[in-house]
Structures are given as structure tokens and as C-alpha cells.
């Protein structure tokens, strides 16, 4: 499949007018058909956490671009070499990260490094593929002493649910890795549950949340929620689905 062209992106103003108006095409086809427009797809947003100080002096380097480029390259994934490049836009702290390989990755990331006065937390912005992005940070994070990914705690989801439409929820309890960790040889207590929808996931989670006998077991990972404008155009609406801590 050819590789879209990329869009003219030289500052903040530019990417979000562009993210908008992917945005509203994706949309558009949610409301009006319950599905994706061809060759449409969802903005995904990810809170990183950089320490510049561990970085600079594991990798003994003080451009912060070629401090990016460094601490953002994988080398390898799937047995083949990928090619990372950091771009610098008209922005200071704002940049484009590009991932190519084999296999058809083909990702590209929107940093801004300086929305936090102390720079520690970044906003990525990408509209390719959830699973192949949240694989790469994944790794970027597990093997970058300086580079940490930021995901929500369930008590902080559950006040979330109060400033959208309720669309949905995501809860996980794996006791096995306890077991594992304690040598037990049978490990077996694992739940997962995942609904998205109207009111009837929310019924669900009231059941669940009150119900005393899995008040260790229903642990909050993930919820959905539909925010509105509040104006009379119901087709302009934006699906948020955030995520809890993982352990």
C-alpha cells in the first residue's frame, strides 16, 4: 500500500488545524453510518516522561535534538532495521518523529516537549495505528532509563466518568502473576471485562462497583466517554478512551 503524503506541518497552529480535520472525517462516519471513513482513523494522544538530566548524561549529549533522535531510536523491530528520524519545526520544542521500517511500519508522532514549564512530560499526537505506536513506546519506555509512559490511575478514571457521556469501560484483575511471584504451581484467578456502549455499560459498572465481593477484583483500567461542544450540532463530538496505571 503507497504511503499517504505527509501534510505541510510547520508549527502547533498547523497540526492542530490538520488533526481537527481528520477528526471531524472520522467522525462523521461514526455518527452517520457506525463506521470508519476509508483510509480515516482516530487521534490518539500519549503523555511521556522524560528526564532530560538522566538522558544527556547516559547518552553524553546536550543538543536536544540529537538528544531525541537518540533516546527515540529502536534499531530493530520484527528482525528488520528501522529508520528513526527527528525533524525540528518552526517551533522551539515541537517536533516530528518518524519511524520507518519493514513491514509496513510506517509511523509518524508529533512531539511537543515544552507544553510543561519544566519540560519533564511530553504530548505525542499521531494518527497511525494504536497497537504499532503503543508497541514502539512500549519498548522505548522499558529500555530508556530517562523515558517513562504516564498512564491514569482507576480513581482518577472514575471522576472522568462525571464530565462526558458514559460510553463505556475496561476492567482488569490478573491475580496469577501474585501466584506466580509466590511459587504457587496452579495459578488460575484472572478477569477481564470490556464493554463499550450506551447505558447499559453503565448499568454494568454500577453492578460491579458496588458489589462488595469484588471490590479487589474490579479494577478500573480503561474508560470511554463521548464529549460534545454544547452547541445544537449533535455531528460535532469527540470519543475519548483513557487508560488506568499498569502495573
Known amino acids: 500500500m503507497p504511503r499517504r503524503s505527509r501534510p505541510a506541518i510547520a508549527n502547533r497552529r498547523d497540526l492542530f488545524d490538520y488533526l481537527e480535520t481528520q477528526m471531524n472525517r472520522a467522525y462523521r462516519e461514526v455518527l452517520n453510518a457506525r463506521r470508519l471513513e476509508y483510509e480515516s482513523t482516530y487521534l490518539k494522544t500519549f503523555l511521556l516522561e522524560f528526564n ?52 509496513n511500519l510506517d509511523l509518524d508522532v508529533y512531539l511537543d516537549t515544552s507544553t510543561d514549564p519544566d519540560r519533564r ?14 508497541t514502539l513506546f ?75 465481593s469484588l471490590a479487589d477484583w474490579a479494577v478500573l483500567s480503561k474508560v470511554r466517554l463521548k464529549y460534545r461542544d454544547g452547541g445544537e450540532d449533535r455531528s460535532r463530538f469527540c470519543l475519548d478512551r483513557d487508560y488506568a496505571l499498569r502495573a
Do not use: C
Open 138 to 212: 512500549d519498548r522505548l519506555a522499558s529500555s530508556r532509563p530517562a523515558l517513562d509512559r504516564v498512564w491514569f490511575w482507576p480513581s482518577f478514571l472514575s471522576e472522568l466518568q462525571q464530565k462526558g457521556e458514559f460510553r463505556g469501560i475496561g476492567l482488569d484483575y490478573d491475580y496469577r502473576r501474585f501466584e506466580r511471584a509466590a511459587g504457587t504451581e496452579d495459578p488460575s484467578t484472572y478477569l477481564k471485562v470490556q464493554i463499550w456502549g450506551g447505558p447499559e455499560s453503565r448499568d454494568i459498572f454500577d453492578f460491579l462497583d458496588h458489589d462488595p
Open 121 to 134: 512530560f511530553w504530548i505525542a499526537y499521531t494518527l497511525s495505528d494504536s497497537r504499532e505506536v503503543e
Open 52 to 103: 532530560w538530566r538522566v538522558a544527556r548524561s547516559s547518552l553524553n549529549l546536550q543538543d536536544e535534538q540529537e538528544l531525541l533522535q537518540a533516546a527515540l531510536s529502536i534499531g530493530e523491530r520484527r528482525g528488520g532495521p528501522v529508520d528513526t528520524m527527528v525533524e525540528a519545526t518552526g517551533e522551539a520544542g515541537f517536533y516530528r518523529v518518524t519511524w520507518r521500517g519493514r513491514r
